[in-house]
């Protein structure tokens, strides 16, 4: 029975063991940005009060679509976000099973002065990179991506 041996791969080997430190390094990096620059909000937190604004007046099921969300994880985020008074939430007129969400005059003021740092700590990760590695390094990762669907 020695034709069906699959080689396993040493972890150095597998992209996916890169990806997962990358994603832990870099979590720990903007973690630490804000902290270091009173933000006030976790990461996750961050990311959807910058897509609530982009979407504002966008549903909490939109919200957690686009930031790649459960439900749960969503509303209470949010719900911490509005407690902060960084957002707020009305019911929809045409569907009042739905909550729209805006962000507020606050939470505006919050992402204009974090936005530079977002931006600077966004860039660690592909410093030395060319525009067409970086073109192509996103390539890669939405073939990955869409090999996973």
């Known amino acids: 029975m020695q034709g069906n041996k699959v ?3 040493r972890l150095e080997q597998l992209p996916v063991f890169y990806m997962e430190q990358i994603v832990r390094r870099y979590r720990q990096l903007a973690t630490q940005s804000l902290k270091s620059h009173h933000a006030g909000v ?17 549903s909490q099921v939109e919200i957690g679509s686009s930031t790649v969300k ?7 985020i949010i719900d911490q976000l509005v407690s902060k008074n960084l957002a707020s939430k009305q019911l929809d007129p045409e569907d009042r099973r739905r909550y729209m969400v805006f962000v507020t005059e606050k939470g505006r003021q919050l992402i204009d002065r974090l936005l530079p740092v977002v931006q600077e700590y966004r860039q660690i990760p592909v410093l030395g990179f060319s525009a067409t590695e970086q073109k192509q390094l996103i390539s890669l990762l939405q073939r990955m991506l869409k090999n996973l669907e």
């Open 7 to 9: 080689q396993e791969q």
């Open 42 to 58: 976790s990461v996750d937190q961050w990311v959807v009060l910058k897509q609530i604004s982009e979407n504002n007046g966008s």
């Open 70 to 76: 459960d439900a749960p994880t969503t509303t209470r």
